[in-house]
């Protein structure tokens, strides 16, 4: 593959390619979402702060996960090219600064893509490309692990979404009410969506197991200090009022009412005000 490389003192050091079952929309959406990178990538990101943000890419300052200090803080440039189908990935500022990233798609169906990225990276002696280009490939193989896992979920919540019609909204008995206690926390689908029941300071609560913002699933994220963290961005709830504890305008969705009959436990729906 031929490419124009802006950075002339680049050397090209490998390259890394993956096949997805995803669409070419969650890949570009996956491209432009800087903010997941401190939270679904905490392995590799410990920050970031935005710059810039368009259609056309970001541009932020991000500290490794690695770093010693905040001041080894660098600056990247993701700009995003729709026509070419691909995104080139810039440091503009500090460690790595002048290595570029260079991802293609190529598209096989409506959700099978497979991606290529090239690294191209300056001040790299000859000797030392097959390591560094293997650090590279290490690297983007774990960032896509995570990355393909977000974007098959999303893809599954948005498609579970879509055929929800003429949804039974019946109350439903979940069961005897010692039993329920002693398998919390409870997890049920109730009127097409996923919810856990808890105890938080001694009284019953029903949350929901999907965030609001892009659909991330809480079914792995524990209360602490009566919130949930999305894993996703990062995104906090409080499970009592749904609001977001983290400015975002977004809040979990009003839960079903539990019932007690007769020793049992029931849900229906809330009441609209």
Same mark, same amino acid.
């Given at each position: #593959?031929?490419?124009?490389?802006?950075?002339?003192?680049? %050397? /090209?050091?490998?390259?890394?390619?993956?096949? #997805?079952?995803?669409?070419?929309?969650? #890949?570009?959406?996956?491209?432009?979402? @800087?903010?997941?990178?401190?939270?679904?990538?905490?392995?590799?990101?410990?920050?970031?702060?935005?710059?810039?943000?368009?259609? /056309?890419?970001?541009?932020?300052?991000?500290?490794?996960?690695?770093?010693?200090?905040?001041?080894?803080?660098?600056?990247?440039? %993701?700009?995003?090219?729709?026509?070419?189908?691909? /995104?080139?990935s810039?440091?503009?500022?500090g460690?790595?600064?002048?290595?570029?990233? @260079?991802?293609?798609?190529?598209?096989? =169906?409506?959700? !099978?893509?497979?991606?290529?990225? !090239?690294?191209?990276?300056? =001040?790299v002696? %000859?000797?030392?490309?097959?390591?560094?280009?293997?650090?590279? +490939?290490?690297?983007?193989?774990?960032l896509?692990?995570?990355?393909?896992?977000? #974007?098959?979920?999303?893809?599954?919540?948005?498609? +579970?979404?879509?055929?929800?019609?003429? %949804? &039974?909204?019946?109350?439903?008995?979940? =069961?005897?009410?010692?039993?329920?206690?002693?398998?919390?926390?409870? !997890?049920?689908?109730?009127?097409?969506?996923? @919810?856990?029941?808890? +105890?938080?300071?001694?009284?019953?609560?029903?949350?929901?197991?999907?965030?609001?913002?892009?659909?991330?699933?809480?079914?792995?994220?524990?209360v602490?200090?009566?919130?949930?963290?999305?894993? /996703?961005?990062?995104?906090?709830? &409080?499970?009592?009022?749904?609001?977001?504890?983290?400015?975002?305008?977004c809040?979990?969705?009003?839960?079903?009412?539990?019932?007690?009959?007769?020793?049992?436990?029931?849900?229906?729906?809330?009441?609209?005000?």
């Open positions: #593959m031929s490419l124009n490389v802006a950075s002339a003192s680049a %050397l /090209w050091v490998g390259s890394y390619q993956r096949r #997805m079952a995803v669409s070419l929309d969650r #890949m570009y959406e996956n491209a432009l979402d @800087w903010a997941h990178l401190p939270f679904l990538h905490q392995g590799s990101f410990a920050s970031i702060e935005l710059i810039d943000a368009g259609d /056309w890419g970001w541009r932020a300052a991000l500290v490794s996960a690695h770093a010693s200090e905040q001041a080894d803080a660098f600056i990247i440039e %993701l700009s995003l090219d729709r026509t070419h189908r691909r /995104w080139i810039s440091t503009l500022e460690p790595g600064a002048g290595s570029e990233i @260079w991802t293609h798609v190529f598209e096989y =169906g409506s959700r !099978d893509i497979a991606i290529q990225a !090239d690294f191209f990276v300056p =001040g002696a %000859l000797d030392q490309k097959a390591r560094v280009g293997a650090s590279y +490939q290490k690297l983007y193989q774990g896509y692990d995570e990355d393909e896992a977000m #974007m098959l979920g999303r893809q599954a919540a948005l498609d +579970q979404r879509g055929s929800q019609k003429n %949804l &039974d909204s019946k109350p439903l008995d979940l =069961g005897a009410l010692e039993s329920v206690r002693a398998s919390l926390p409870f !997890d049920f689908e109730f009127n097409g969506q996923s @919810w856990r029941l808890i +105890q938080e300071r001694d009284e019953l609560l029903v949350h929901s197991l999907t965030c609001p913002h892009q659909l991330g699933s809480f079914a792995d994220v524990a602490i200090d009566g919130t949930i963290t999305c894993p /996703w961005h990062g995104y906090r709830f &409080d499970v009592r009022s749904g609001r977001c504890a983290t400015g975002q305008t809040s979990l969705p009003a839960p079903p009412v539990l019932v007690r009959r007769g020793g049992r436990l029931e849900v229906m729906a809330a009441i609209s005000s």
